[in-house]
């Protein structure tokens, strides 16, 4: 088995069936990722691609090696984690969405190399989507995330309740604690997450179930952008308090509800079903929940 050809394989794989893209990324020639294929096509008498149109596909049989080669390449890179002591030093993958990361994930890793100095933390804080990607590929160990994972092979547990709040301008439309009607609500101007993220799918899914659906006049990444987009009586919003809850307390933003509407939500730790939990992976963990049971509201 030649575990560098099977890497080869599974990035031409992720880049669509592309030869030259996974050349590129991989700073290699193309002469030398196809050499790869054909070494494995010989090895194994298996055809792992054909040419249906313009487009290069696997075959059925390429699929399910690729599928294969993935789950071995994990296999041994858990191996030589594993077997560099992993146990006290070595790298943890950790995926953030941006509430998590913005509000907790600091904490967490200052608590964790506190614990287990030789150890480090690479973090990648994005939307749900791109995380759930990452535990599928192997590229992070372990996820913290908003909403229940879309595949069936991720595991998750709630750790935290989290809440999202209405929010307008305190000059208005709506006085702060006031309920409105969902008749109301809904005529707003709204200026939301992007698609994707774990925010703008509890809103839409909330909405949904009420029997309506919102065209936002504005869509941002950042929140902090949404926020002051809201003060300055742009629109309003529903995000999550402890993201405005300082421009809340100074008296910029108020915070009103919606009758027979429930934006609250569990933050939860999400991992691949077939990940071994150990290790630093299984102490990050702890820490969470230890921290959650601390500061559960």
Known sequence: MNIRNLKILIRIVDEGCSFTKAAITMDMTQPAVSQAVKEIEKQYNIKLFEKIGRSLTLTEGGKAFAASARKAIDILDEMERNTSG???????????SI????????????EFHNRYPKMEIHALINQSGILEEGLLKNTLDIVLMEGIPRNNVLISEEFLDDKLVPICSSSGPFKDGEVIEPAVFRKCRFLLREQGSGTRTIFDRETERIGFRVEPIWESVST?????AVMEDIGISVLPYRLIEQAYKNG???????????????????YHKDKT????IEEFINLVKEFSQENQQ
Do not use: H, N
Request: glycine share 12%.
């Open 277 to 280: 939990i150990r290790g630093g």
């Open 86 to 96: 992993w146990d006290e030093e070595g790298i943890l993958r950790v995926g953030t």
């Open 224 to 228: 902090a952008a949404i926020v002051k």
């Open 252 to 270: 910029f933003i108020s915070i009103f509800s919606v009758k027979g509407m429930d934006f609250s939500r569990r933050l939860r730790i999400v």
């Open 99 to 110: 509430t998590i990361g913005t509000c907790f994930l600091p904490s967490f890793v200052k």
